[in-house]
């Protein structure tokens, strides 16, 4: 289904001419123009109701790609969320500078997690750094290193600024220790 606010706007050496909406079940418009009209004056848009170009969150600039004389094509790309670094230490809470090999820890969305996880991976003894866009994760441990017992569960927010805010660290040496916005 076509959203409603779908218009494109025709110009004229530079100068809007008309402006058309794309009905809910069309995948095109179509501008009458003079048969005597020179085509190579012509240039197209997406643009609001009003003329202005279009633009929507989320979303790239429309891209309008002339197809022969008459014909454009217009797309529309969603933005890849911007990604923030998120490091991850898994430590002993004896030894807080001991970083331990060894965990199964997992990433997903909360409090709406997806069919896939977000991050799933082994500690190698080093801080992990994971990438995630905007939202509500849950950070948790699957499997233990040997000889040691599973961490509590750690609930953590990005906001769109690229901002953490964690509901708590893991006494048992889970946690989000540092922010870094890529």
Excluded at 63 to 85: A, H, R, T, Y
Excluded at 149 to 167: E, L, M, P, R, T
Aim: some cysteine; overall charge negative; proline content about 5%.
């Amino acid at each position: 289904a076509v959203p409603d606010d779908v218009y494109f706007t025709l110009y004229k050496n530079g100068t809007k001419v008309e402006t058309l909406q794309l009905g809910k079940d069309q995948n095109s418009v179509e501008f009458k123009l003079d048969n005597n009209a020179n085509i190579k004056q012509y240039t197209i848009k997406e643009t609001d109701v009003a003329g202005n170009p279009w633009k929507k969150d989320g979303y790239a600039d429309p891209v309008v790609k002339k197809v022969l004389d008459g014909v454009f094509e217009v797309s529309n790309e969603k933005k890849d969320p911007s990604k923030i670094k998120v490091k991850v230490k898994k430590v002993d809470k004896d030894q807080p500078d001991k970083l331990l090999v060894g965990a199964n820890l997992m990433i997903e969305k909360h409090p709406f997690p997806g069919k896939y996880l977000d991050a799933d991976w082994q500690t190698t003894g080093k801080v992990d750094e994971i990438e995630l866009p905007a939202g509500g994760y849950r950070l948790f441990e699957k499997e233990t290193p040997l000889g040691y017992k599973c961490a509590a569960d750690i609930y953590f927010k990005i906001d769109d600024q690229g901002n953490v805010s964690v509901s708590g660290t893991d006494p048992k040496g889970l946690y989000v220790a540092s922010i870094d916005k890529t």
